[in-house]
Structure formats: structure tokens, C-alpha cells
């Protein structure tokens, strides 16, 4: 609900809206429905159940990206560094910069925040480098 500058409401409810995949605030929401309208920065509150993947690799051209890990365990492999990151402990975060392919899979049901700045109509695609550093999945 937007009353003015003021936007609140659930973003469990509000992600599971067709087409948002989870995304709550950025260029995606409707002009002129508050300050969740915005081109400066993207949130998705990350409902996930264990054994999820993201098998194709994402690059993001302009935006950086944080993952915040609210539950669960999730690992994000960046295979163009060749690393990957296990968040296990609410709290624990990756951020990367644009240019950074990446994938995750989910170890354990996970709810995990993800906040991308800034917020651009098809900042991301899929990464089409087939090389792999050895030992990263």
C-alpha cells in the first residue's frame, strides 16, 4: 500500500505477484505508485527450497549485487572468479561487482535478500563463457 512518500505492505505477498519473482522494489513496479518505483535500487525478498538451482550463469552489465542470507544455507558460485561463497548464518552476505558471472543452488530451505543497484530494465543475461575453473561446480 502507498499513501504518498509512505509504501509498506509484505513483501512475501507482494513478490509472489505475477512476473516479480520475488522483486518488491525497482524499475519493474508501476510509475506513480510510490517510492517503491524507483530505478536506483532493486530488493527481492528470496523464498527458496533446498535442492533449487540457478544452473545458468547471470552477469549483470551496470548493477552491483548483495545477497543476505535472513535463513537456511545457500551458496553462490562465482565461476568467472573462480569461487564460491556458502552463506549458512543469518546475516552472512556476498556483494559483487558488475561483470561478476555468478549461479547459486540452495543447500537448505533458504529465504535470502537480494539488493541490486541500480535497478535497469535487462541488466542481466546469461553468461556464455563454458570454461570453468576446476573444482567449481
Not at 505477498?13 to 524507483?38: C, K, L, N, Y
Not at 568467472?80 to 540452495?106: E, I, K, M, Q
Request: some cysteine; proline content about 6%; hydrophobic content about 40%.
Amino acid at each position: 500500500m502507498t499513501v504518498g512518500d509512505v509504501c509498506f505492505g509484505n513483501a512475501v505477498d507482494e513478490g509472489s505477484q505475477r512476473g516479480r519473482r520475488g522483486w518488491v522494489i525497482g524499475h519493474f513496479i508501476a510509475p506513480g505508485t510510490g517510492p517503491a518505483a524507483t530505478d536506483m535500487v532493486e530488493v527481492k525478498w528470496g523464498v527458496h527450497a533446498a535442492g533449487e538451482i540457478k544452473a545458468i550463469e547471470g552477469v549483470n552489465r551496470t548493477a552491483t549485487t548483495m545477497s543476505l542470507l535472513v535463513s537456511g544455507r545457500f551458496e553462490l558460485v562465482f565461476p568467472s572468479h573462480g569461487c564460491s561463497v556458502t552463506l549458512a548464518r543469518a546475516g552472512d552476505y556476498a556483494v559483487w561487482s558488475p561483470g561478476v558471472s555468478h549461479r547459486w543452488r540452495v543447500l537448505e530451505d533458504a529465504v535470502v535478500i537480494t539488493i541490486r543497484w541500480p535497478s535497469r530494465p535487462n541488466d542481466q543475461s546469461a553468461y556464455a563463457n563454458e570454461s570453468r575453473p576446476s573444482g567449481i561446480p
